[in-house]
């Protein structure tokens, strides 16, 4: 048992750069490597995308990172934490585990966790008395349950630990909270137990910091003049110790930084209740978190302080919520916000003509340029140009698909300097609703597995 | 005692959660800490963002990181993949908070 580890945290969403996880596995000392491949929408596009392939459903992008790392990461022991599992970690597997032997590695231990997707159990557990009523509005999951495209359980980092304690090096996870990724390898290597719960609160603190990526490390950062050479911005590193006390830092040499200011920004996203912040292996307060620096590029945070968590996971569902279409034409001054408010009139007006009408919560129009992020706020009143963007919502596709039709004719029959239809007629995607709920977690059992190349 | 915009002195993050967003303000000293706790009242945060939120604002203290977390519901025209607009996520809405003016 060791007790102090560095973990690289090189993914913060499904789309980051690739960048991160390869600088941090190159550049630098690293005893973990943690990436983030889901967001709360992500679930279901696997779920989708195993639907018409049985061995999709995870995320590819992990694949395609080890496939510029893996012999690095062979050759320096580095363990990977990864929940690119998806809806479909066992696919990951096997995917990984191809491409460590087309690469002549032999003996790379590869472990899964599963037991999150509960979507095939919805049905039972719904008719076992489960309500799993939506948690910010108190819906029954009657209204949805013929719609859902995906269902998983936020699993914490004791799963990760115990597919660590099989010997995997690679471990693939579905849903397991972000933070997870960062407290398994320190339950892991410092043998904290589940009632640890300041220990385990201070690597939820970490997790949190770390887990969208370069955000702690000078990036969205309220005063960006500061920061120095974004192209080569640094990933995080967490230096987690046994007694749970952490250091944030970045790799020697690697741009943006990391001072008392960028890492308070990245404790307040997303925040709710800074006094009980909840996850599955217990409940952290976020006003115990003692933050600062000591050197350059170096933040302690120490003294957090955790309590018991509750007895249920939170489960995320998603479902089908109808149809929607977003288009948007520049349209360019004298006057043009009078001449875009004109525009969007004539979308509205025509449809209206074919029978087609929208309800007020179905419409969206926006004057990007005017004031549109702050609106009442910073608003513009003669910008040399603006964007519109305008959108419906609704359950029929058909009626959907009619709006798209009528955007980009404005350019030859509204007012004067419209341009900017590069992206044609804008189609009707699905909107995928979100409900979270909560399920005892008696009802999840979760299992590891690990294979060798 | 001027008045000086919020971006002159704090600094701010924010995401989404839900249907809304939670905007987190923080400063660098405890007197600025007492100035914000002061000035930035539910009502004047509500007042704000009166064109961007439609629904409860609650306000959290963490004064261990000199700041103040206020979260927004029915800020995002539905939030997720569900809303329309431009910032889904409100991910502007911290620099927002940040032209606001205060006696300082």
């Known amino acids: ?453 | 005692m001027t008045k000086v915009k919020l971006s002159e002195f704090a600094m701010a993050r924010s995401g989404d959660k839900g249907d809304g967003s939670n905007v987190g303000i923080f400063v660098t000293n405890d007197a600025d800490y007492e100035l914000i706790k002061r000035e930035l009242t539910v009502e004047r945060v509500r007042k704000h963002f009166e064109k961007i939120c439609f629904g409860e604002i609650t306000r959290f203290e963490a004064p261990n990181i000199l700041a103040l977390n206020f979260l927004l519901r029915d800020s995002l025209g539905g939030g997720g993949s569900e809303s329309l607009k431009t910032d889904a996520q409100g991910k502007t809405h911290g620099l927002g908070l940040l032209e606001m003016e205060v006696e300082r």
């Open chain 1, 1 to 453: 048992m060791r007790d102090k580890i560095n973990i690289g945290y090189g993914q913060g969403f499904w789309g980051d750069s690739i960048l991160g996880p390869v600088r941090l596995v190159n550049e630098g000392p690293l005893d973990y490597l943690a990436l983030d491949y889901l967001a709360e929408v992500t679930m279901s596009i696997m779920q989708k995308l195993k639907g018409r392939n049985p061995a999709a459903g995870y995320a590819t992008d992990f694949v395609q990172m080890l496939d510029r790392t893996l012999p690095a990461i062979h050759e320096k022991g580095i363990k990977v934490i990864a929940n690119a599992g998806g809806v479909n970690a066992d696919g990951c597997l096997q995917a990984v585990l191809e491409l460590a032997r087309k690469k002549g590695i032999k003996g790379l231990k590869v472990g899964v966790i599963d037991g999150d997707d509960i979507l095939s159990r919805i049905p039972e557990l719904a008719n076992g008395g489960h309500a799993m009523k939506n948690m910010d509005d108190g819906r029954p999951l009657s209204e949805i349950q013929d719609n859902l495209l995906s269902a998983n359980a936020y699993i914490g980092a004791f799963a990760v630990a115990e597919c660590l304690a099989a010997g995997a090096q690679i471990v693939i996870a579905g849903r397991v909270t972000d933070p997870a990724l960062v407290g398994g390898p320190m339950i892991h290597e410092f043998g904290w137990s589940p009632e640890d719960y300041d220990k385990l609160a201070a690597s939820t603190v970490a997790g949190h910091i770390a887990e969208c990526g370069a955000q702690c490390t000078g990036g969205n950062y309220t005063n960006w003049r500061e920061v120095k050479d974004f192209v080569r911005i640094g990933y995080p590193v967490i230096e987690g110790q046994s007694d749970g006390t952490f250091v944030v830092t970045k790799h020697e040499g690697t741009g943006g930084m990391v001072t008392r200011n960028t890492v308070v920004s990245q404790l307040l996203y997303e925040m709710g209740d800074p006094n009980r912040y909840l996850g599955p292996d217990c409940a952290a307060d976020f006003t115990s978190a003692k933050v600062e620096e000591i050197g350059e590029n170096r933040v302690r945070v120490s003294g957090v302080k955790g309590s018991a968590p509750t007895d249920t996971y939170k489960v995320s569902l998603s479902y089908n919520n109808g149809y929607k279409a977003v288009g948007q034409l520049t349209i360019a001054g004298p006057d043009a916000i009078e001449k875009a408010k004109l525009c969007a009139d004539i979308v509205w007006g025509r449809l209206a003509l074919d029978g087609c009408e929208f309800t007020d919560e179905e419409k969206m129009v926006e004057f990007v340029g005017a004031g549109v992020t702050h609106a009442g706020i910073l608003e513009s009143t003669q910008p040399p140009e603006v964007v519109m963007r305008i959108g419906v919502k609704s359950d029929n596709k058909a009626k959907v698909n009619r709006f798209g039709s009528e955007v980009v004719p404005l350019v030859t029959s509204g007012p004067p300097g419209v341009t900017g239809f590069a992206g044609g007629r804008p189609k009707a995607t699905d909107i995928v609703g979100y409900w979270p709920a909560l399920l005892d977690k008696s009802q999840v059992q979760t299992r590891v597995r690990v294979e060798e190349s």
